[in-house]
């Protein structure tokens, strides 16, 4: 297959960590025969110094010109400190996703057997949790109208959907729940917001046409709760954009370290993938992140493309990683790889791999 990737390193570790995910992408080409080509474009911080644009034409121009986006991730400390600064690094990526059509943001959270006790959490709890959650990504409050008065005492965000905004993304999360253990949870705050109300509306309506799922209705307030208590009771989880970020960013402690997690996002005609991690600019070019998450992103790429194979090579690999405690200082900080060697590992052992017992 023939595959022109965007990459959209970013900020702070993005760079390192994207380009353990481009090289691993080189070994499946290799070994699989496939031509991949790589065209590099500027987002967030670095695009803002460069060309005061956090997402410049020239950036979103190679994004729909490609098959697929790889990011990696934006944000700087001189942004971070500086809350009210109107062109911000976010800003590129939040006008990205909607460029494109993004609007379904797909997580898996998965208890892998090789890091089960690197989790705070108790391993009899998390022991085979397997959740995909399904995030809105292209509404909502994120998008609403922003309003500060005069002398900034008062403001507020605006959260709106759509019927059809709604509709979209809910077929995909039926459809993957269809193909998994075919239950559903919808996780909203309709004791309070008209928008959770017109979620559980529409995604009632939508749900007998999936009449083999079985839809689960959840506060938000309780499934932050509830994922941590019991996280096995969830198969895919759909929710709205603001709440599917806080609820996927708090899974990340039953996978062990937010190193690990990849996303998809997707839309009618493009697609991106990017870890869920921030950019973690303290680590910038120390060579302690963990390229993981980039390269299960990458992995998920390969999915979408339809080369499964291919994927469950770089899923092996990882996992090779994993049992053999070759990773970054997060999971092994005693005698930990570097970014890079840790790429060079799974680079490797695609190219080269061996006879093992899988379980990733
Ligand atoms: C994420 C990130 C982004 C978001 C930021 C960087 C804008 O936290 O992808 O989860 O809030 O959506």
């Known amino acids: 297959m023939k595959l022109d990737i965007a990459v959209l390193s970013g900020d702070g570790i993005g760079p390192e960590v994207t380009a353990q995910a481009v090289k691993v992408l080189e070994a499946i080409a ?7 080509t790589f065209k590099e474009a500027l987002i967030g911080g670095v695009a803002i110094d460069q060309t005061g644009n956090p ?6 121009q190679i994004c729909l010109n490609a098959d697929a986006t790889l990011f990696g991730c934006i944000g700087t400390p001189t942004y971070d400190h500086n809350p009210t600064a109107v062109i911000r690094p976010e800003k590129g990526l939040l006008k990205l996703r909607k460029e494109l059509g993004l609007y379904a943001n797909i997580r898996p959270v998965i208890a892998y057997e090789n890091l ?6 108790k391993r009899e709890v998390i022991k085979g949790t397997d959740i995909l959650i399904y995030r809105e990504l292209s509404s909502g409050i994120y998008y609403g109208e922003k309003k500060v008065n005069e002398d900034a005492t008062k403001a507020s965000d605006l959260c709106e959907y759509s019927r059809a905004e709604i509709e979209r993304v809910a077929h995909l999360a039926f459809k993957a729940a269809q193909k998994r253990r ?18 559980r509306k529409v995604v009632k309506e939508i749900s007998h046409d999936y009449k083999d799922v079985t839809l689960n209705l959840l506060y938000v ?5 509830q994922i941590i208590v019991n996280p096995r009771q969830f198969d895919v989880i759909l929710t709205e954009n603001m709440f599917g970020n806080i609820i996927s960013d708090e899974a990340c402690v039953i996978v062990g370290s937010i190193g690990l997690l990849a996303s998809a996002s997707i839309g009618d ?57 070759l990773t970054t ?24 791999p061996e006879d093992s017992n899988i379980n990733f």
């Open 30 to 36: 290799h070994r699989f025969d496939h031509v991949f």
């Open 55 to 60: 997402l410049p034409d020239e950036t979103l």
């Open 116 to 121: 089960i006790n690197k989790s705070p959490l």
């Open 182 to 199: 075919k239950k559903l949870t919808l996780v909203d705050k309709a004791n309070i917001l008209e928008t959770s109300r017109l979620w």
């Open 221 to 225: 307030d309780n499934t932050a709760v």
């Open 269 to 325: 005609t493009n697609c991106m993938f990017e870890p869920i991690h921030g950019s973690y600019s303290q680590a910038t070019n120390k060579g302690i992140a963990n390229p993981i998450a980039s390269i299960l992103s990458a992995a998920m790429l390969l999915e979408h493309f339809g080369l499964i194979k291919e994927a469950y090579a770089i899923k092996i690999a990882i996992n090779k990683s994993l049992e053999l405690k």
């Open 329 to 352: 200082p997060d999971l092994n900080p005693n005698n930990p790889l570097s970014t890079q060697k840790v790429g060079d590992f799974i680079y490797d052992y695609i190219l080269n």
